[in-house]
């Protein structure tokens, strides 16, 4: 990955940079990995405490790399009267990992998030791009059987 | 302008905050987060106060006075607010003050006590964390933390560390090195600043106690004690006498009557330093070697430039610092001169410093054995007088013994900043113009400030010097020597603010006041002494004379001096 050129795009020690930059190189890799961490740090002339401080205190930056399909879990007020808690609980025990978790072979991560403003179709579920409503206890296995075939 | 506090009008001026304008009339305000010459970050609401026609409750370390305020500083509103602070604070804390080592000197303790807390009123969940005890020098306890961020303000803004910050957020914040990592993994000095303003018991020294009184009850080994210069105008604060009370005579005394065997000065060894440091001060201008040299007395210093600046590592002097010295002579010197083996020796250095507990470990300070075996704190030392059920202040006062307990004005004063530049001076003037310097006091470089500097001129010689204290001023030097702009011949550097005196292994709290004192207590034995440069210690003659020749010789650079080591910085 080329990701010397996020870094030539940003001039040298100047820490109001550190932000944008986190973000440029979370759409490159996906996550921030550590060595990346580092050399922002080191390129912006500031603490890598600091650096971490931050990358962990926003929820939109994640330290570790997320599956190939991300699931996110719509837990807004309409999905949840129509059981988007069971829908989550499913896919927790389906993909043995816990929401805000990846699954070991990372294939499958799941999020929930607070509304995606789909409530026509509640209960919803996005995998990556891709708008599943309508679910039920019975549909949403089938779907992740899908899913896992597919590989 | 005008403003009226509790009813009492006072003067103020604009720009000053409600907390600085009550101090100033000694209007006691609680604090936990605030930091004197920091800026405010007003997030532990400890000092709200009520200003009338805000409606609401402000903090008065960040609220700015405006004519005619009217503030309410104790008011019932006011003590209520505060009152549910500290529980909200005990909600979300261990509660383990009896088995804590801040028992006794705890500001959440001790407002907790003010404050009238009967009860834990608020139960829930408490945050977790894991303790960090891998490091040499300091542990850090995050269920203990109160998230003022004291620490975490002077790692990055008074010593320019940052080795520590707050990660994570709300119910998980916690205060930690990057990644969440151990500190002795990551580029932290040591200098212990954090210990000295973490208000609770978050942030710790690594004991040595237990170790020391093994060797004490061991009858196999001799136990010999020395004492750092900053460490006798401080530890009477420890037994209620007044800061900046010289007690030199009675920790030598309480020392003795702990059990250890035989007791030196380490300001012998500052003596000691001052010839070895002189002379290669005076070799690296003549034969034109790295310049400028930069002391090498403060470990937290040195491991800062290893991690930091490590292309600079040529301009430290290689001299050990004092304690290493003196723990390396009483191991050759006077374990030969008494007939002793050395590795029965336990040598114990009674230190100012956190730093010097990761110093003491270092591998290449020893060759068969380590020079300092065990290095305790100002604050354990104390600890310790008190378990061994002496009364301090009753002490009579005792002399070192001979021949490691001599010592020099010159060697007093490597307890505040500036000390060890004055003290090297004194001696570098007589080695090279075979006279003393007409006036031995150097005011130049004295005082509180962060950066002193001077020009000296000896011989036809103008030596540019500086003195720094506070991580945070030298790096403006430093980036200069590597422009290669620098115009010095010698620098001082003590990675705490002040020296020694203030260093993190001091008594608590370390008041800008008691910090004064304590340099004064320091000149003051200093100016009293009838001996003041180093050259003149009978004792260092002799050490010389009778076996290392002379500074710079071979067996003084086996035994005298170091090496560094290049460190990451993440």
Redo the contacts between chains.
């Keep these: 990955m080329n990701n010397q050129s996020i870094f030539e795009a940003y001039p040298r020690n100047d820490a109001s940079l550190l932000i944008p930059l986190l973000q440029n190189i979370q759409t490159e890799f996906g996550y921030l990995p550590e060595d990346q961490l580092e050399k922002v740090a080191e390129h912006i002339g500031i603490p890598l405490s600091r650096v971490y401080g931050v990358a962990t205190f926003y929820n939109q930056f994640r330290l570790k790399p997320l599956g190939k399909y991300v699931i996110r879990v719509c837990r807004g007020t309409a999905c949840h009267v129509k059981g988007s808690l069971d829908i989550l609980r499913i896919l927790e025990s389906e993909l043995g990992i816990k929401a805000g978790e990846t699954t070991k072979d990372f294939m499958f991560s799941i999020e929930t998030v607070a509304c995606i403003g789909a409530c026509s179709i509640a209960p919803v579920i996005v995998i990556n791009d891709e708008y599943f409503g309508g679910l039920t206890p019975k549909s949403i296995q089938k779907l992740i059987k899908k899913f896992k075939d597919k590989g | 302008m005008n403003i009226t506090i509790n009813n009492i009008e006072v003067w103020a001026n604009p720009g000053e905050t409600v907390l600085e304008v009550a101090e100033r009339e000694g209007i006691r305000i609680p604090t936990l987060c605030y930091l004197k010459g920091f800026s405010p970050t007003g997030s532990c609401r400890m000092c709200m106060v009520e200003v009338e026609d805000q409606g609401r409750l402000v903090p008065s370390c960040a609220f700015p006075v405006y004519d005619g305020m009217k503030v309410k500083t104790n008011s019932p509103e006011v003590r209520r607010a505060r009152k549910t602070i500290i529980e909200l604070l005990l909600a979300n804390h261990p509660q383990d003050c009896l088995v804590c080592i801040r028992n006794g000197n705890c500001d959440l303790q001790s407002l907790a006590a003010e404050y009238g807390v009967r009860s834990y009123r608020y139960v829930g969940q408490r945050r977790k964390g894991k303790l960090d005890l891998a490091s040499p020098a300091i542990e850090r306890d995050p269920e203990k933390c109160i998230l003022c961020g004291r620490c975490v303000r002077v790692c990055?803004e008074m010593q320019n560390?940052?080795?520590?910050?707050?990660?994570?957020?709300g119910f998980n914040s916690t205060v930690?090195?990057?990644?969440?990592r151990s500190l002795n993994t990551?580029a932290c000095v040591y200098c212990g600043q954090c210990i000295v303003h973490c208000p609770v018991g978050a942030l710790r020294e690594k004991s040595d106690q237990k170790r020391v009184w093994e060797a004490i009850n061991n009858t196999d080994k001799l136990v010999v004690a020395q004492i750092a210069p900053a460490v006798r105008v401080a530890i009477g604060e420890e037994f209620g006498l007044q800061p900046g009370e010289i007690v030199t005579g009675k920790i030598v005394a309480a020392l003795r009557r702990m059990g250890v065997d035989t007791v030196f000065d380490t300001n012998f060894a500052a003596d000691l330093t001052i010839m070895e440091e002189a002379n290669e001060l005076i070799e690296r201008i003549t034969l034109q070697k790295t310049l400028p040299m930069i002391t090498s007395c403060s470990p937290g210093w040195v491991k800062y430039l290893e991690h930091f600046y490590p292309d600079l590592m040529d301009h430290l002097s290689t001299c050990k610092s004092p304690h290493e010295m003196e723990g390396a002579m009483i191991k050759s010197y006077y374990a030969r001169k008494m007939g002793i083996n050395p590795e029965k020796i336990f040598v114990v250095s009674v230190m100012p410093c956190i730093a010097k507990k990761f110093e003491a470990q270092r591998p290449e300070l020893g060759k068969e054995f380590q020079d300092v075996d065990a290095v305790i704190t100002t604050r354990e030392l104390a600890r310790m007088i008190r378990v061994a059920g002496l009364d301090f202040s009753r002490l009579p006062d005792e002399g070192f013994d001979d021949p490691l307990g001599e010592s020099t004005g010159a060697g007093a004063i490597f307890g505040v900043a500036g000390g060890v530049m004055e003290a090297a001076l004194r001696t570098a003037h007589y080695m090279m113009t075979g006279k003393d310097m007409p006036v031995i006091d150097f005011s130049p470089i004295r005082g509180l400030q962060g950066v002193k500097e001077s020009t000296v001129e000896i011989n036809g010689i103008k030596l540019k010097i500086a003195a720094v204290s506070g991580l945070k001023n030298i790096d403006v030097l430093l980036k200069d020597i590597q422009a290669g702009k620098s115009e010095y011949h010698f620098i001082e550097v003590m990675a705490c603010p002040n020296g020694c005196i203030n260093g993190g292994g001091q008594p608590l709290p370390s008041t800008p006041e008691k910090i004064q004192k304590r340099t004064e207590a320091i000149y003051k034995i200093d100016k009293g002494l009838p001996k003041r440069c180093s050259h003149h210690n009978q004792s260092i003659q002799k050490l010389y004379q009778e076996f290392l020749e002379k500074p710079g010789s071979h067996t003084a650079h086996d035994l005298l001096h170091t090496h560094y080591i290049r460190r990451n910085?993440?």
């Design positions: 990055h560390v940052g080795a520590i910050d707050l990660i994570n957020r930690a090195p990057a990644m969440d990551v910085r993440y």
